[in-house]
């Protein structure tokens, strides 16, 4: 069956319209069906339904197609029946399908009737009784042959295991040139099974495995017939019959090339989905194969969305075994293993990972920080925030001054904390900063801001509006302010103003009918102003075709939509932000973010020797330190205690002091607070000296009297302060 690409997808469904409007002419006074022969009452209506959508009587369409799915238990009868139809139609099933279910009043049925036809698919193949009949009818007459070939080709590649059985078995030798021949015919569909099978170790067979890829061709099987031509464990024929086939598909020119690097090379495609092999989307599962000299061709089932890793692994593994000092074939293999394990959905596992195998992380971090910088700067490249974010957790527990920047990738984890994503960035900086760098490095002022923005985190994304109209986005930020936290301004420099006092920035909303000289300012300082260095822009404009469009194509972080409503709003930016790679911020991750960054700030600023300046994170553990968790005010407290500075010591005594402080918190701070002065000494005024004298001379808890004592005694006060305690107590 034909698969349409994204491509001649658009084209067709763009192309659709112009179609209906004349069918709809045409049909204007034919509501019955075109006469197409039908032998059932399933073919029947299923002839109807595609009749009544191609005219587009969208009503009696979806009539038609409830009396198709009332055989939702026979999918291969539904599958035979649709493809009869589009058969006799002359039309291709797959793609009409595609189009009609884009069409709102059709989607709701076109996609439950793909549902059943995909398990048909699935169930026809998967019959072996039928696979062998079809097998030894290749030996009949054309005709005979004609038909077997075209059922072989329904089963696809589950075919070829039995045929290579049959091809093994000396008992058989009469299916053998029929089995060739119709190997040949499947062509790209036996090339997944085929390929395992070059593993096998009879060379007879195996010389007939290697006659067929030559014949197919197809660059994937390239690789696997070098390896053979290059095998000196195999025999003389075999070599020189890869060689041949290499030739005959007209690679020959390949032969004194590493087969490592063409293993590379074609895991490369795997991993982006441009190999001539590739998992079928429609079907629930994707075929593994692997060769077993006793049992023959094995296969194990995952899930479709990770068999391109899976096979990207095992062509590194090649390249690994042929070349072991390959170390891209070792970063390819991570990544891919990344990908696979960030691909799975929940409740899915991968088959072909053996029981307790580690996750990716562990082969990651025993692999070592050059090859996890390696996958962080494919996954930045890539725009994948999922393994990026994978990659960077790896690296914090194996990072240090002494590899952060090792390998050949450039500093990944500099350039991870200009991501677009907020997670990545924490994760970078939080990886940095666990390092406690002793040298200084490019992208090191980026650490601590990142660090208080994690700080700050309450889980609500940033969003800045620019629009014409305040009305407009007066509408907008009443629309979501429980989703987000929306600020604006209807001209650019006055947003940047309402920026400068958020911590980031993530998504910004701006009109096309702004001056184009503003807009063009936005896009500049966005580039060197950190809190909108990773904001992904949405620009309101009135049709795709805008000038604007073409910054689409480069840059991920530009997006184009249409909408006017507040409303339709979310969806755009929901769009957005997955273009550009965010992931999704709750108020419990927020939280976490939120006690990490406190405890590496206190890391940070008990560890003389690192550059990293934490006046940055003032504000922001200040604000904290108002704040209603008291774990986060108590970590918050020790950082600010260690702070050389007066507003931070000023800071830990309001709180303190504050009615609304629990009594051990008060104590934990007027803790913080002798800390600060044993380092720093007295940076308090006169007006919070005498508040905290009060305390020490009058608070009903004696604990917190004592504490407050203690702080009080580290601040080293003149003579005159400490003789009026003494003074005060005084009975004489």
């Given at each position: 069956m034909k698969r349409l690409g994204g491509l001649a997808l658009s084209l067709a469904i763009a192309s659709f319209g112009t179609f209906t409007l004349s069918a709809r002419a045409q049909d204007a006074a034919s509501p019955a069906p075109a006469a197409v022969q039908s032998n059932s009452p399933l073919e029947q209506s299923a002839d109807d339904f595609w009749h009544y959508s191609k005219v587009a009587r969208y009503d009696l369409a979806n009539q038609a197609a409830n009396q198709v799915l009332k055989s939702a238990?026979?999918?291969?009868a539904v599958l035979a029946a649709f493809e009869k139809i589009s058969t006799d139609r002359n039309d291709d099933l797959d793609e009409w399908l595609l189009r009609w279910?884009?069409?709102p009043e059709l989607k709701k049925s076109v996609t439950s009737i793909v549902q059943i036809l995909n398990k048909g698919r699935y169930e026809r193949r998967e019959n072996v009784g039928a696979i062998q009949h079809n097998i030894e009818r290749l030996n009949g007459n054309e005709r005979a042959y004609s038909l077997a070939i075209?059922?072989?080709?329904d089963s696809g590649e589950m075919a070829v295991p039995i045929m290579i059985d049959y091809l093994r078995d000396p008992g058989k030798k009469q299916y053998y040139a029929g089995i060739q021949r119709a190997i040949r015919q499947l062509g790209r569909e036996a090339l997944n099974p085929l390929l395992a099978a070059t593993e096998m170790k009879d060379p007879g067979t195996q010389i007939m495995v290697i006659d067929a890829l030559g014949d197919i061709g197809y660059d994937v099987t390239v690789p696997y017939l070098l390896r053979l031509a290059h095998d000196s464990d195999a025999s003389d024929a075999v070599r020189m019959a890869a060689r041949q086939a290499l030739t005959n598909?007209?690679?020959?020119?390949?032969?004194k090339n590493s087969p490592a690097q063409m293993f590379y090379d074609l895991g490369e495609k795997f991993y982006y989905n441009t190999a001539a092999i590739s998992a079928d989307m429609r079907l629930p599962v994707a075929d593994v194969w692997y060769w077993d000299e006793a049992k023959g061709l094995t296969r194990i089932e995952v899930p479709p969305q990770i068999y391109n890793f899976i096979m990207a692994m095992r062509e590194s593994e090649y390249a690994l075994k042929l070349d072991p000092s390959m170390q891209q074939a070792?970063?390819?293999?991570?990544?891919?293993?990344?990908n696979r394990e960030a691909s799975l959905r929940p409740g899915q596992t991968d088959p072909t990972r053996a029981p307790q195998q580690p996750d990716a992380n562990y082969y990651g971090v025993a692999a070592g920080a050059q090859y996890v910088n390696a996958v962080l700067a494919r996954a930045l490249?890539?725009?994948?925030?999922?393994?990026?974010?994978?990659?960077?957790?790896?690296?914090s527990v194996i990072l240090g001054s002494s590899n952060m920047f090792s390998g050949n990738s450039g500093q990944p984890i500099v350039d991870a904390m200009n991501y677009s994503d907020r997670q990545i960035r924490f994760e970078a900086a939080m990886a940095v900063a666990a390092s406690l760098p002793q040298k200084p490095f490019e992208g090191q002022e980026r650490v601590v801001p990142l660090l208080a923005e994690a700080l700050a985190q309450s889980g609500k994304p940033n969003v800045l509006v620019i629009l014409p109209s305040q009305n407009d986005i007066n509408r907008i930020a009443s629309q979501f302010n429980k989703q987000y936290s929306v600020v604006g301004a209807t001209s650019v420099d006055a947003a940047l103003n309402e920026a400068a006092g958020l911590s980031s920035v993530d998504v910004v909303i701006l009109s096309e009918d702004l001056p184009a000289a503003d807009i063009q300012k936005l896009f500049e300082v966005s580039r060197r102003t950190p809190q909108l260095t990773s904001a992904a822009k949405v620009i309101v404009t009135h049709s795709p075709a805008s000038p604007y469009a073409e910054l689409t194509l480069s840059d991920p972080m530009v997006s184009l939509t249409q909408v006017s409503q507040p409303s339709d709003f979310a969806s755009a930016i929901t769009a957005a932000r997955q273009r550009?790679?965010?992931?999704?911020?709750?108020?419990?991750?927020?939280?976490?973010?939120?006690?990490?960054?406190?405890?590496?700030?206190?890391?940070?600023?008990?560890?003389?020797?690192?550059?990293?300046?934490?006046a940055p994170a003032e504000s922001a553990l200040l604000g904290q330190l108002a704040g209603p968790r008291a774990d986060l005010v108590r970590s918050c407290g020790h950082v600010l205690a260690l702070m050389n500075s007066a507003t931070a010591q000023a800071g830990l005594?309001?709180?303190?002091v504050a009615d609304n402080t629990p009594t051990d918190l008060k104590i934990a701070l007027y803790d913080d607070l002798a800390t600060s002065a044993k380092f720093w000494g007295n940076l308090l005024n006169a007006d919070a000296v005498d508040s905290l004298q009060k305390v020490v001379a009058s608070a009903p808890d004696l604990k917190v009297r004592t504490a407050a004592a203690q702080a009080r005694g580290a601040l080293n006060l003149p003579v005159d302060q400490a003789r009026t305690l003494i003074l005060q107590q005084s009975r004489t």
């Open positions: 238990n026979k999918p291969a279910q884009q069409i075209q059922r072989l080709r598909m007209g690679a020959g020119n390949v032969l070792l970063n390819l293999w991570l990544a891919a293993n990344y490249h890539d725009h994948n925030s999922a393994v990026a974010l994978r990659a960077v957790r790896s690296l550009a790679g965010a992931t999704e911020m709750n108020a419990s991750l927020a939280g976490n973010y939120a006690e990490r960054s406190a405890r590496l700030l206190g890391e940070l600023a008990m560890s003389r020797g690192q550059i990293l300046n934490l005594l309001d709180r303190a």
